[in-house]
T-cell receptor, first 111, second 117 residues
Framework: EDQVTQSPEALRLQEGESSSLNCSYTVSGLRGLFWYRQDPGKGPEFLFTLYSAGEEKEKERLKATLTKKESFLHITAPKPEDSATYLCAVRGGGSNYKLTFGKGTLLTVNP | NAGVTQTPKFQVLKTGQSMTLQCAQDMNHNSMYWYRQDPGMGLRLIYYSASEGTTDKGEVPNGYNVSRLNKREFSLRLESAAPSQTSVYFC????????????????FGPGTRLTVL
């Protein structure tokens, strides 16, 4: 069974203080690792897809990286508007349609 | 292009009542999904529809039924609501192929917040 563990559960940063969120996964044949952002009261918003170890994707202050066991979401010089819950999900080789989600990391960036 | 829309946004039911949550997408996506999100549990798949005319159970299907009415619409029905079904329900849709050529991302609706008393 595919499993996803995100850490920390919550992270509080000062504006401009860079940090990383972790997503550890166990899957049988990774077919894709997905990062989403979720604002309070809204649905998840897609950020990145990573398919193979060594792959990196960037968007503004966010950079996602992937190894064979985990993914990191690096946040460089965050701003208060980066405050949200960040979700990680994986698609394993045994499932054509199912994503397994982690519980998320709640990021708060203080001005 | 509205993306994925869900109705209603909020609903309060009494135990035993029934209701249908509606979902529609205007992106011509083949696959559609229903999830529930509970505090400390993450998103869990209830049912999905790989294409028009097909539906399959996900991780937590008990107490729910679905209908893929056409390519655009995918509804979720609670026949006899229970307090354990208090949750936020999200509908999502997905194209067959992603921007990188692999399995594509899912696009989520804004959610329906359901309380069962």
């Amino acid at each position: 069974e595919d499993q996803v563990t995100q850490s920390p559960e919550a992270l509080r940063l000062q504006e401009g203080e860079s940090s990383s969120l972790n997503c550890s996964y166990t899957v049988s044949g990774l077919r894709g690792l997905f990062w989403y952002r979720q604002d309070p009261g809204k649905g998840p918003e897609f950020l990145f897809t990573l398919y193979s170890a060594g792959e990196e994707k960037e968007k503004e202050r966010l950079k996602a990286t992937l190894t064979k066991k985990e993914s990191f979401l690096h946040i460089t010089a965050p701003k208060p508007e980066d405050s949200a819950t960040y979700l990680c999900a994986v698609r394993g080789g045994g499932s054509n349609y199912k994503l397994t989600f982690g519980k998320g990391t709640l990021l708060t960036v203080n001005p | 292009n509205a993306g994925v829309t869900q109705t209603p946004k909020f609903q309060v039911l009494k135990t035993g009542q029934s209701m249908t949550l509606q979902c529609a997408q205007d992106m011509n996506h083949n696959s559609m999904y229903w999830y529930r999100q509970d505090p400390g549990m993450g998103l869990r798949l209830i049912y999905y529809s790989a294409s028009e005319g097909t539906t399959d159970k996900g991780e937590v299907p008990n107490g729910y039924n679905v209908s893929r009415l056409n390519k655009r619409e995918f509804s979720l029905r609670l026949e006899s609501a229970a307090p354990s079904q208090t949750s936020v329900y999200f509908c999502a849709s997905r194209t067959p192929t992603g921007t990188s050529g692999g399995w594509s991302e899912q696009f989520f609706g804004p959610g329906t917040r359901l309380t069962v008393l």
